[in-house]
DNA sequence: TATGAATGAGATTTCATTCAT
DNA sequence: CATGAATGAAATCTCATTCAT
């Protein structure tokens, strides 16, 4: 019961390090099983298969930012957009609890968002871009129906679901602290909300 | 020495679609010969191994932009910032000569920024934000200077060389139209140097 | 002892159905265990080893059936050849008697006829047809023996022996329904009876 | 140009010893292109996979019994029945030949009858068999139909044309001699047909 | 200029089997 | 009675690369 889960753990702990060196792709079964003294067989007695280890990874993780990041969206859409702006809180405790959900496992998401090429797992970060840009976009609409003469410039709407996200990336990627972490995004949010609808709307011709 | 050409090029054409289908890694030098109707020997006579066939395509439309992103960066290096925001021209100019550039090779661009992964040019975007950034930082630094009471933030300039970056590599990998991404990214462009030292200057205590 | 054996009677269900499918060499012990709601070890307790499973659903049909078989032959063997022809009664009972005890067990004995391929089971048809010839063959030496200027032409004896047996396999593999295919045995037998001689006895030159 | 062949032949050759001894799906290609002097991936040059291997013994002599067999086939469907059993030169040319194209290439049949178990070629016999039974099922009925009060019985024309198919399988199977062969089947061939109708029809009530 | 042959290393995956508990 | 863990061997296959011709 206690090598049981040792060696899973053991396992894991060299598909992460092999992971992070290689990428999935060129990251090498062998080496993690026998990395961690064991032998090829025991990754297939634990997991369905490569793309199965590397899910044990960063699978949790992951549904945990995405809860959290989708718990928000859905607040989003029931808002009164006449209070958004000035809704400061709202956004600071949204990405504190984000911030820490991804600090618990940062190794877990580096893997997934700069090492996963290959995987089931790739293209991840383009998907939750996709969910970020439906979420808002339609929340721009909304808005602009209200603006006599204005639409939504479809693109910049886009470009903006995109460095939003990527705000995120950016910082776990290269902030490894997570407090400074945590400074570093408030006033990057802030400046996103405040700046976001004139970017976003363009004169209705 | 015709054939010869021929031969070479219909490798270059085959090697782009192989490329782009399955990235880098997956991308299988055996079919890309016998799509080109040559055998995987003749990829070697012409390049010297994957990465460099990977190089013929990627090479030069990588040094066009290069070059002018470096002059570019040349220029601004030069300036005196007083005159920094003024300068709409040059920008402007500045966008188009490079979007002309990218569109021009938009496929081998697409490969690199997105289909690197495996390769001696993974990881390229990276290299030209860390240049940016060096650009900019010492830019920004000068500045810093004549304001008194305030100092770089290192982060968020970092980030700002990430997005200013990342507004091209957005452009011509959602935009296939080159007039509309000049449109596109004008705007984009006159925000950032307008917010730039709003964003990158903090209070030094 | 109830678990027990329902287990053990789980594994045996499961199994058929894994070796129906996909014969013996590629069936997989992982899967019939785990169709049976156990584990591959649990095959261990019961059996001694894969070709021990295959053997537990075959062993028993196989073995009434042989046995069935072998009376036959012996009382065969103590008739008077002169009477064999019109002994139709002793025919048709034993090809009762058979019929019965295959069709009890028709999924096992298809199962061996033709799934098991790899498993120490292979080629048991063949034996048959060997003991089949050794009782038919001193039969018919014999019967040779009191016909001056007649030998028994062993290659056609052989062949017999083959059509005979594989009347019965053919029977089983083809006829599902038990009462038909004592209906086809019938003529098929008694003319195996009429034209046996004719077919085996040639002339000594 | 030498070595070239040479070394297709040698695998061809122990891919041959290795089948016959293993059959299909326990042969091992890493044993095989050891045996030849050369290494797995040689196979894989030379041949798409391990049933294309399979397939480079056995293809050529199957296609050209086969040949021969459809064109029987197709011969016999044009005959006036009334003619069929007289016609003993046309089974005996048929016979010779098939038994001389089956004799060429006895090793590489064997393969295919007993050892192809796993493979893409399991199974080929009987579907000959299917073939034969359409052939001749269209023949009987034709036949029945100008016999009054008689009637086809599926079951017997189907075990007919087993034992048709299995006189041939049987006779390479066991007979190494050609010569000894012709001279087996050649009794078996006109008691087949000379038995067929007696067989097959049964009173229609 | 390019082929055709072959290497050699390595990839992932699957399997029957064992054994302490 | 049966599990869960793990082995170890082997399996097929794929690949970039080399080189004599």
Aim: proline share 2%; net charge negative; charged share 30%.
């Amino acid at each position: 019961m206690n090598d049981n889960l040792e060696n899973r753990q053991k396992l894991i702990e060299c598909a992460k390090k092999e992971f992070m060196e290689k990428g999935f792709s060129k990251a090498s079964l062998r080496k993690i099983s026998a990395d961690a003294g064991l032998t090829t067989g025991a990754i297939y007695f634990f997991f369905k298969d490569k793309n199965g280890l590397f899910g044990a990874i960063v699978d949790e993780p992951l549904n945990k930012v995405m809860q959290i990041v989708m718990e928000h969206y859905n607040s989003e859409q029931e808002e009164d957009f006449s209070i958004y702006e000035q809704a400061d809180g709202d956004h600071d405790e949204f990405a504190e609890q984000l911030i820490a959900a991804m600090y618990e496992n940062r190794d877990a998401l580096l893997l997934l968002l700069e090492k996963s090429a290959g995987s089931r797992y790739e293209g991840t970060v383009d998907r939750i871009i996709e969910l970020t840009d439906k979420t808002y976009s339609k929340l721009a609409r909304n808005y602009a129906a209200s603006c006599p003469g204005k639409k939504v410039d479809e693109y910049m709407q886009h470009w903006f679901s995109h460095i939003q996200i990527n705000a995120f990336v950016h910082l776990i990627t290269h902030e490894p602290d997570e407090k400074k972490a945590l400074k570093h995004i408030k006033p990057i949010i802030n400046y996103m909300v405040k700046e976001w609808m004139e970017l976003t709307l363009e004169d209705d011709v």
